[in-house]
Nanobody
Framework: QVQLADSGGGLVQPGESLRLSCAASGSISSLRVIGWYRQAPGKQRELVATITTGSTTNYSDAVKGRFTIGRDTTKTAVYLQMNSLKPEDTAVYYC????????????WGQGTQVTVSS
């Protein structure tokens, strides 16, 4: 079992930055990839960025060049550094982790609200 605790959301103005954190506990070695997804009101949940155990990263076109995903030095947390935030980045951001294996076991964090507004 894996538990994910995501945090770091808040209210910022356009152009400002935020850093989200996803702390993983439990069977961390069973995880193949950890990522961030977001869901805006009335929209489907969408991928933002992912990072594999081999540190390969992937970003959606909407955030490429503005957001950076990485692991902290303890390797038990994944952060999402969000720069140059736009109003359209407003959403609930969820941490997600996929295990190795087929089918993979998928774990979700509880979500953290990010609001970008002047």
């Amino acid at each position: 079992q894996v538990q994910l605790a995501d945090s770091g959301g808040g209210l910022v103005q356009p152009g400002e930055s935020l850093r989200l954190s996803c702390a993983a506990s439990g069977s961390i070695s069973s995880l193949r990839v950890i990522g961030w997804y977001r869901q805006a009101p009335g929209k489907q949940r969408e991928l933002v960025a992912t990072i594999t155990t081999g540190s390969t990263t992937n970003y959606s076109d909407a955030v490429k060049g503005r957001f950076t995903i990485g692991r902290d030095t303890t390797k038990t947390a994944v952060y999402l550094q969000m720069n140059s935030l736009k109003p359209e980045d407003t959403a609930v951001y969820y941490c997600r982790a996929d295990s190795w294996g087929d089918p993979a076991v998928v774990y979700w964090g509880q979500g953290t609200q990010v609001t970008v507004s002047s």
